[in-house]
């Protein structure tokens, strides 16, 4: 069970975490200023196995991958949204923190809202409701089941 | 079957005869761009790997152009480590030689190769017909480890141009309407090819301010036809194609614009969305307090000569900082051959040292609180350029210069 942290339509990855921080030296240092612009106290809130959820192309813009690390970083267990740009959706699947396309959540959801996630069966429940959400394509999941496209590296080698 | 410009450069790296959208492919990588944005996070994580190597160093590019010369401790130290590692690894490595994607077009990309650049922008490469697509650093180390990736084949958006831009109208108010009319996720996950006649009015300067700003639609890569304007861009830069394709009669295309090129007018992007672009008119007379002609999309010796000319004899009005930006070393020399920074000095203009400057608003230049800026860089969005209440316009390189005169936004028939 997680809280909802709710978004809007288009958040960019310049949102999610400014330029000016980017050049800091690790995730830890830079998770602090986590959707400074659109909500400051995100960061301070935001709880291990918390959701973020928003509405169409998520992580537009920029293809900083601080963006999704210091999500994960933060503990987010999963971002869902109707739609993701797909640079932030790559590199979210890459470093192994779940995005999930929902169409129907976003509009029957508020922020505070308890949610469970059954990634197997690819379900949300949240206030008594379950929705469905769309599945990763084979090779991605596999990606995402491993941790992350690193881990596979390390596998090869 | 036929297929896609975007079709025929990945089924050549995956070494396969056809692809089709939708396919996930392994393909060699030509090339792999990387700059200060994440490169000290790509070396953090090179560092852990259990058996740490490179596929190529040939085919990799380091190139330091976000944050330089460097603004503080913190950056300097992600600096030095990139410059270390570049080094001790002989890397090609770049530091103040300009802006990655236009280092990257004056000194190594060809059409029909397939590259990774650890920079959204990367789709810029089309130009020339190569495929380029930004990726995160977890993508890019996986690549210079392996020289490999995976690629999902996208869809192809077909847009056919026609005619010729009028008089005073760029390709970045091409592009930007565009964008505004298939919308900041019209092309997400896809390939946005150009051809027809009209890009043949086109230069390579247009063409590069046209597949730079791709992505702002969510587009994967951008690509134009190779014609003769690109073979000549590549011979004078000392290049030759990898390969020259072009679409077949009978590729899929998952939609067709056609657009008429004598129809664009001068347009404004409002904040805080690239789509949100309307005819520049009805923008004039908004306050600004910056304006700022440069970065990756549009800081090429032409727009510097679209500046030029309608500042020159000119002045900047009083309250408003104009930031001058050529986005490469060789572009600055070039403006200062023509004495083009001599008329934004004479002006009144700041003229810089080529790097992304505020167009990603943490190195120089960035504005305060409810501060207004109008660009020619590449975005628009809250905070992109320091405040987070602050506001950013995004225009042609005329537009901006016109505005920056008048102190408010206005084009450049009425200065």
């Known amino acids: 069970m997680g809280k909802i942290f709710k978004f809007q339509q288009d958040v960019d990855t310049d949102q999610i975490i400014a330029s000016q921080y980017l050049l800091f030296s690790t995730i830890d240092e830079m998770k602090t200023y986590t959707f400074e612009s659109l909500d400051p106290n995100f960061a301070s809130e935001v709880k291990p196995g918390d959701f973020v959820v928003a509405s169409e192309n998520f992580g537009c813009g920029s293809s900083r991958e601080q963006a999704p690390s210091v999500l994960k970083a933060l503990g987010v267990k999963a971002v869902i949204a109707k739609s993701f740009a797909r640079i932030f959706y790559r590199n979210a699947i890459n470093i192994g923190l779940p995005v999930i396309v929902c169409k129907d959540l976003h509009e029957n959801v508020n922020a505070g809202d308890d949610m469970e996630l059954d990634m197997k069966a690819g379900v949300v429940r949240v206030n008594g409701k379950e929705f469905q959400c769309t599945k990763l394509p084979e090779y991605m999941q596999g990606i995402l089941d491993q941790g992350g496209l690193i881990a596979s590296l390390n596998k090869e080698d | ?415």
């Open chain 2, 1 to 415: 079957m036929g297929m896609t410009m975007a079709e025929k450069i990945i089924a050549a790296a995956a070494g396969v005869s056809e692809v089709k959208p939708g396919d996930i492919h392994t393909v060699e990588l030509d090339r792999l761009m990387s700059n200060d944005g994440t490169t000290h996070l790509t070396i953090d994580m090179y560092n852990k790997l259990k058996n740490p190597h490179i596929a190529d160093v040939n085919k990799l590019v380091w190139i330091v152009d976000h944050n330089v010369p460097c603004d503080s401790v913190k950056t300097a130290a992600s600096h030095k480590k990139m410059r270390d590692f570049a080094k001790a690894n002989g890397i090609k490595f770049y530091e103040g030689a300009g802006v990655c994607h236009q280092v990257m077009m004056e000194n190594h990309v060809t059409a029909g190769e397939l590259i990774f650049g650890a920079d959204s922008h990367t789709c810029a490469y089309g130009a020339v017909g190569a495929f380029g697509t930004g990726v995160g650093c977890t993508d890019y180390l996986y690549a210079m480890v392996t020289g490999k990736s995976w690629l999902l084949v996208p869809e192809t958006l077909r847009f056919n141009l026609t005619g010729k831009l009028p008089e005073g109208v760029y390709a970045r108010d091409l592009i930007l309407t565009i964008i505004g009319q298939i919308g900041a996720n019209g092309a997400n996950y896809a390939a946005m090819e150009f051809g027809g006649e009209g890009l043949k009015t086109l230069d390579m300067s247009s063409r590069i301010a046209m597949c730079n700003l791709c992505v702002e639609a969510g587009a994967k890569t951008a690509l134009m036809e190779v014609d003769q304007i690109t073979l000549d861009y590549l011979k004078e830069h000392g290049r030759e194609p990898k390969h020259s394709f072009k679409s077949d009669d009978d590729a899929k295309f998952a939609k067709v614009y056609d657009i008429d090129l004598s129809t664009i007018k001068p347009i404004v992007a409002k904040p805080h969305f690239v789509d949100s672009v309307v005819d520049a008119k009805e923008c004039v007379g908004t306050h600004i307090d910056e304006a700022f002609l440069g970065s990756c999309n549009n800081g090429r010796i032409e727009d510097l000569r679209a500046g030029a000319a309608v500042i020159k004899g000119k002045k900047v009005h009083p309250l408003v900082r104009f930031l001058v930006v050529p986005a490469s070393a060789a572009v600055y020399k070039q403006a200062l051959k023509e004495g083009l920074l001599q008329i934004f000095m004479d002006a009144g203009a700041i003229v810089m040292n080529p790097n992304c400057s505020v167009c990603w608003g943490s190195c120089q230049g960035v504005i305060g609180e409810n501060e207004v800026l109008i660009s020619t860089g590449t975005r628009n969005f809250k905070g992109r350029a320091g405040h987070k209440d602050s506001f950013v316009y995004l225009a042609s390189a005329a537009t901006v210069t016109a505005s920056a005169i008048k102190g408010e936004i206005a084009t450049a028939d009425m200065v």
